[in-house]
């Protein structure tokens, strides 16, 4: 079983198009994450959820919406999809002690 | 959270040990020193940890000067499998709290 999955692996749509991608883990971890990962390879954390609530909110333009239906599910919506959006995505999560995080394999978003 | 400073590249050869140090001179005392690996295409992975004591696991050993000020990651056998970028992060072990990526260093393995 995939520790923590994200769905789907490869995502290319069209400017201004609305998509979601999906992430799940099985591991019990209490908190999830979102990463963007650009062309220059930096990974810079855009959201945070404990138990369902936002903890971390990083500047990220607000056509991005998380969403965490239950602790297992973090989702990210992004609206009015721009070409700077093109990127890699990465959920994570871990325990509420800070331990390691477990990521996800990746969606590789591509605006076109 | 502390920054640190990696340097951007190194080579390795198979088999030997791969010695990766890590720079972090403003850490705070509640900080503890985090070491991950990304390899290519792939989402990060979570190597070992340590607040002040040398640490040891199945993948890696962790060695933390007495100051704290610096670290080094060491892969006591390297293989091809082991070329990634490894990143050594400090943060406060808290809830939620963020991991902050910084460039890394690039380690190749050669045979």
């Known amino acids: 079983d995939t520790a923590v999955s994200q769905t789907p692996k490869y995502l290319v749509t069209q400017m201004g198009n609305d998509k979601s991608i999906k992430c799940e883990q099985n591991?019990?971890?209490?908190?999830m994450y979102w990463y963007k990962q650009d062309s220059k390879k930096f990974l810079k954390i855009m959201f945070s959820?404990?138990?369902?609530?936002?903890?971390i909110n990083e500047t990220v333009p607000n056509r991005f919406s998380p969403k965490s239906p239950d602790k297992a599910h973090l989702n990210l919506h992004i609206n009015s999809l721009e070409l700077g959006d093109s990127a890699v995505y990465f959920c994570?999560?871990?325990?509420?002690?800070?331990?390691?995080?477990?990521f996800g394999s990746g969606t590789r978003l591509t605006v076109v | 959270d502390a920054k640190t400073t990696q340097p951007p590249s190194m080579d390795c050869a198979e088999g030997r040990a791969a010695n990766l140090p890590c720079n972090h001179s403003?850490?705070?005392?509640?900080?503890?020193v985090y070491w991950y690996r990304q390899i290519h295409s792939q989402g990060p992975q979570y190597i070992i940890h340590?607040?002040?004591n040398n640490e040891t696991n199945e993948m890696a050993s962790l060695i933390i000067t007495e100051d704290r000020k610096s670290s080094t990651l060491i892969l006591p056998h390297a293989t091809l499998r082991d070329t990634a970028v490894y990143y050594c992060?400090?943060?406060?072990?808290?809830?939620?709290?963020?991991?902050?990526f910084g460039g890394g260093t690039r380690v190749l393995v050669k045979p």
């Open positions: 403003t850490i705070s005392g509640n900080e503890y």
């Open positions: 994570a999560s871990s325990q509420d002690a800070g331990y390691g995080y477990t």
């Open positions: 591991l019990g971890h209490d908190t």
């Open positions: 340590g607040l002040k």
């Open positions: 959820y404990n138990n369902k609530e936002l903890i």
């Open positions: 992060i400090v943060r406060v072990k808290a809830a939620g709290n963020k991991l902050t």
